[in-house]
């Protein structure tokens, strides 16, 4: 068996303790691990602070659980560095001969997915290369590959979801949502193929693509004479990292011909933490345009204040879990309560994302959240739908 052993967050040792430190930390693994190993199986730093490790002479799977048990066990105790006592954890994969490959390449990289599948699950354990890992990976190569020049393909499709005034029950904005309608695989969900398009580098000519189809079409329901509305956009942490990406919006919207108003902009709770510099950056440009900025799925993961105050939010779109829960406990209508209470202290507004319910609706309501978007009024739909639902209620010239 080959394990792919790799220390969880060392980055996060040698940015705060320095490189001696990360350094006396990897020589103590490799000797903890040499002390737990049998001397007939081979330890070896592979890069990094990756180690790679041949596990000869076994006979059952037990084994290779038992020995990956040992491994992962080293982190039990702290390491004492300096003085100091650093609690570190380790994720690990397996490749086993013959079936995970009959060449050091192929065990080493199964061996590897399977100790990206452990990192996955959370970390800090171990985990034996399957057949669905390997098939999964697999897939994700075939659709990154066919993702190449996509967008002149035809095959990208934007959905519109409307967004509705509380009180008015107006169509007030809609969340354009994009979906891959594969010739081979059929439709894509985006919560599969944009991490894919985010690794293979193809995001930032998906997202243009995007932007520009979804202003156009605004702009193009204007012009036919509906009440104008919002467009909301999400926009992915990769396309932040592009410098051009404000240039890029403004030079869409004077394409289009879209007033800036009219574009809402949605970057998600995950990546306004990340790199406030240049998020607050292009966020102020935006503003300055006069684009609209939510800030989405709010409450997911970090629900810091600290970026409401910092960042030029107009609106927090709440997470929908917790519109979920208000159904189920009186613990996340308070949570719910909290972030309308919230939002309406700052003077933000609120939207509840993935209202389904009556209740969730009336309890919304009478808590003072301002605009609602889910499956209780309007589900995603294409451009032709949306417009039929135009032509029918909101015709105002
Ligand atoms: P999101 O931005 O949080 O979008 C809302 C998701 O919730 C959508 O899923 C929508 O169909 C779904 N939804 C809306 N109402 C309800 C409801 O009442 N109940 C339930 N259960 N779900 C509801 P979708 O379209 O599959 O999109 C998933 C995610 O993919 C989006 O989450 C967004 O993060 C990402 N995404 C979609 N389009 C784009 C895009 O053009 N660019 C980027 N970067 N990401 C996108
Ligand atoms: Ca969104
Ligand atoms: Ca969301």
Not at 51 to 62: A, C, H, P, Q, V
Not at 128 to 134: H, I
Not at 147 to 173: C, S
Request: with cysteine; net charge negative; proline share 3%.
């Amino acid at each position: 068996a080959v394990m792919f052993l790799d220390l969880d967050s060392f980055k996060n040792i040698n940015d705060t303790m320095g490189h001696e430190s990360g350094d006396i930390i990897l020589n103590m693994t490799a000797s903890r691990l040499t002390d737990i190993l049998r001397k007939s199986d081979t330890i070896s730093r592979f890069g990094g602070d990756e180690f790679l490790i041949l596990i000869n002479n076994i006979s059952t799977i037990n084994d290779i659980n038992t020995v990956a048990k040992n491994v992962i066990s080293i982190f039990n105790n702290p390491f004492n560095v300096n003085g100091h006592d650093i609690y570190i954890t380790a994720s690990a994969g397996i490749a086993v001969y013959p079936e995970d490959g009959c060449d050091d390449d192929s065990l080493i990289k199964n061996a590897d997915i399977a100790m990206y599948n452990a990192k996955e699950h959370g970390k800090k354990q171990f985990r034996l290369c399957t057949s669905n890992m390997k098939n999964d990976v697999q897939n994700s190569v075939v659709l990154a590959n066919s993702m190449y020049r996509i967008q002149e393909r035809d095959e990208l499709e934007l959905y519109y979801q409307p967004q509705v005034d509380v009180i008015t029950e107006k169509i007030i904005g809609v969340e354009a949502l994009l979906r891959w309608n594969h010739p081979k695989f059929g439709r894509i969900p985006p919560a599969v193929f944009i991490p894919l398009a985010e690794k293979a580098g193809h995001i930032d000519q998906i997202g243009e693509w995007v932007i520009k189809t979804a202003c156009s079409q605004n702009k193009k329901w204007q012009d036919m004479g509906f009440s104008p509305i919002r467009m909301g956009i999400n926009i992915s942490f990769i396309q932040f990292k592009n410098s051009k990406l404000v240039e890029k919006i403004s030079d869409i919207l004077e394409k289009t011909r879209m007033a800036p108003e009219y574009l809402d902009v949605e970057i998600t709770e995950s990546t306004a933490i990340l790199e406030t510099s240049y998020i607050l950056d292009s966020l102020t440009k935006l503003k300055q345009l006069g684009v609209y900025i939510s800030i989405d799925d709010f409450g997911k993961e970090y629900s810091s204040l600290s970026i409401l105050k910092l960042l030029p939010f107009d609106r927090i779109k709440m997470d929908m879990q917790f519109v979920h829960g208000i159904d189920e406990s009186e613990k996340d209508q308070a949570y719910a309560n909290l972030i309308i209470n919230l939002a309406n202290n700052l003077g933000l507004t609120l939207i509840a994302e993935g209202v389904e319910t009556y209740t969730q609706l009336e309890f919304l309501k009478s808590r003072g959240c301002d605009e609602i978007q889910g499956y209780y009024y309007y589900k995603p739909m294409n451009a032709d739908e949306l417009e039929a639902i135009f032509k029918k209620e909101y015709k105002t010239v």
